[in-house]
Nanobody
Framework: QVQLVESGGGLVQPGGSLRLSCVAS????????MDWYRQAPGKEREWVASITSGGSTNYAGSVKGRFTISRDNTKNTGYLQMNSLKPEDTAVYFC???????????????????WGQGTLVTVSS
């Protein structure tokens, strides 16, 4: 099994910053792409940012220029640095990743899709 655990959420004033972390643990040979999603109260879950195992990144238009996704493959950890936060960034933030149990799974492209439990980010004065 593979688990993802997010941390770093909290209450921050508009214009402030937070850094979210996502740690993968369990029976892991390799972690593929990592993503962050968010779900605001009463809204659908939306994609925020992605990073490939090689470090290529993509961002939703609403966060581009303010958020930075990164990862440390040696620690099986992903990060989301959030700057210039706005009240509309308030949401539960979820980490998502593709994971390979074994080398055989890796070469066969047989992966698991794993979600974390979420961490709440509240932007309010």
């Amino acid at each position: 099994q593979v688990q993802l655990v997010e941390s770093g959420g909290g209450l921050v004033q508009p214009g402030g910053s937070l850094r979210l972390s996502c740690v993968a643990s369990g029976s892991i040979f390799s972690i593929g792409a990592m993503d962050w999603y968010r779900q605001a109260p009463g809204k659908e879950r939306e994609w925020v940012a992605s990073i490939t195992s090689g470090g290529s990144t993509n961002y939703a238009g609403s966060v581009k220029g303010r958020f930075t996704i990164s990862r440390d493959n040696t620690k099986n950890t992903g990060y989301l640095q959030m700057n210039s936060l706005k009240p509309e960034d308030t949401a539960v933030y979820f980490c998502h990743a593709t994971a390979f149990h074994t080398y055989r799974d890796y070469v066969s492209d047989r992966y698991l899709e794993v979600w974390g439990q979420g961490t709440l980010v509240t932007v309010s004065s």
